[in-house]
């Protein structure tokens, strides 16, 4: 018999706070090429981006929690009950965007236009396709965290945070030895770190592995 888990309240807050996050996201950066970069404005606009930015990785955290619980999750249950949600999902509202392109004038009448607008779908629904991919491979992660140490699990998340801080600091040209992390950017295999299923394993480990609080202070 499938084991009973007790809600928690602190996630379903996190939620509700990332969605807030993302329309804060959506609305600040809707109107970066449109002011000049010296202006208030633009100032205004990427300091409210910058402290929302992580709204997506909250929600690939929270999405790692649950589908990588202790719990079982056939693949029958994986695929009818949250993959073909989300697929549907994705159709339909690719197919209305497809439609409404073509009466706009965007997508030419034309029968390999209208197919590839709709697969490939507005640019906002790039979350779906990410997502359905973390669910599929979501079996191996769950193998991953079963049989993996803490230590191991730790070990990968400080690659993760290393390959994070190195990316991060090719994008600051003033940042001193920019020109060696830009060096090493190219040539360590960063890109193959720096996943979404890294934050899926992310909030799985914050979860069943609370950080220490004399970390916390430092967070």
């Known amino acids: 018999m499938e084991k009973k888990y007790e809600r928690n309240t602190g996630l379903d807050v996190l939620r509700v706070i990332a969605c807030f996050m993302v329309v804060f996201l959506h609305v600040s950066s809707r109107f970066f090429s449109a002011v000049p970069i010296d202006t208030f404005n633009w100032k205004v606009y990427t300091f409210y981006d910058a402290c929302v930015r992580s709204a997506v990785p909250l929600f690939v955290m929270l999405s790692g929690v649950f589908f990588l619980a202790p719990r079982e999750m056939t693949l029958k249950k994986l695929y009818g009950k949250y993959i073909i949600r989300l697929a549907a999902a994705y159709v339909i509202w690719s197919a209305l965007y497809t439609i409404y392109d073509v009466l ?10 209208i197919l590839h607008a709709w697969i490939e779908g507005p640019a906002h629904l790039w979350y779906i396709p990410m997502l359905i991919g973390l669910y599929v491979i979501s079996p191996f992660l769950k193998k991953i965290t079963q049989l993996s140490s803490k230590k191991l699990v730790e070990y990968g998340l400080i690659l993760f945070a290393g390959a994070s801080l190195i ?3 090719t994008y600051i040209p003033i940042f001193p030895g920019h020109t060696t992390f830009v060096l090493l950017s190219e040539q360590l295999p960063l890109s193959y770190i720096l996943r979404y299923y890294s934050y899926f394993l992310l909030g799985w480990f ?3 592995f609370p950080v220490r609080s004399n970390w916390r202070k430092w967070i």
């Open 104 to 113: 706009a004038g965007e997508v030419p009448f034309k029968l390999r236009s």
């Open 167 to 169: 990316r991060t600091i």
């Open 206 to 208: 914050l979860v069943n």
